[in-house]
């Protein structure tokens, strides 16, 4: 993780990138912070302030070079260093994530899947193998370093130990369950349901 940026700053600069991503040739060369607040409903300052993090600095009067900056935050968020994950539970949801192509958008690709159904084991799920949870130990000399959890609340904890143990240093959780993160690795938690709970509390 960049060791200098706050990591509210740096969840919001996938979202400036998807922004100018998305914005064509016709929107022209130049791109102000005012201009990218408004559009994503933001304070100016904020973006601003982000911005500089990743070196994208601004033009007095007509802002930044769009491609310019559209390359310094994927210089920043490491998009051009491939980068391979894998997923522990070929289920429902892991099936789903297999076949989803937006993490390559990152320099991200999701190399292959474990799963402890023999039944799955062995598969392929998009294009992606699926094998026996006996492989995971060799993990540490395929060198992979991030993985994605979508087993069930109970396997949770044991298959984050295990990626542990097989070098994972990142873990992208799924499974509704705080983790407890071994020496050395770093989890994040995606809950929709939770989210959701949050939002319809707001209406
Ligand atoms: P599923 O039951 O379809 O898939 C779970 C898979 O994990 C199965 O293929 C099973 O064989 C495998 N598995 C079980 N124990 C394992 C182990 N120790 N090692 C390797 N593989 C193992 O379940 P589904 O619907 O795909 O959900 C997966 C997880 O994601 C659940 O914890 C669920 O609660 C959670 N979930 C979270 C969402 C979110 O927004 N965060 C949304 C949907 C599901």
Same mark, same amino acid.
């Given at each position: 993780?960049?060791? %200098?940026?706050p990591e509210i700053s740096l969840q919001?600069?996938?979202v400036y990138l998807n922004y100018l991503r998305s914005l064509s040739g016709d929107d022209g060369k130049y791109i102000s912070s005012g201009a990218i607040a408004a559009a994503l409903g933001m304070g100016e300052v904020l973006v601003r302030k982000d911005l500089a993090y990743t070196s994208g600095v601004g033009r007095p009067k007509v802002g930044y070079v769009r491609e310019e900056l559209i390359a310094a935050l994927e210089d920043?968020?490491?998009c051009n260093i491939k980068k391979q994950a894998v997923l522990v539970g070929a289920g429902e949801l892991g099936r789903a994530l297999l076949a989803?192509?937006?993490?390559e958008k990152y320099g991200i690709s999701i190399a292959c899947a474990f799963d402890s159904d023999p039944e799955k084991a062995g598969s392929i799920v998009a294009g992606k193998p699926v094998r026996p949870v006996s492989e995971l130990p060799g993990l540490?000399?395929?060198g992979i370093k991030l993985a994605i959890v979508a087993v069930p609340a109970s396997a949770a904890q044991s298959v984050c130990m295990e990626l542990a143990r097989d070098g994972v240093k990142a873990i992208l959780n799924f499974a509704p369950v705080?983790?407890?993160a071994p020496d050395?690795?770093?989890i994040r938690d995606i %809950?929709?349901?939770a989210n959701l709970a949050v939002l319809s509390n707001m209406l």
């Open positions: 993780m960049k060791k %200098d940026i919001r600069l996938p920043y968020l490491g989803y192509g937006g993490f540490a000399e395929e705080r983790l407890k050395g690795v770093v %809950d929709v349901a």
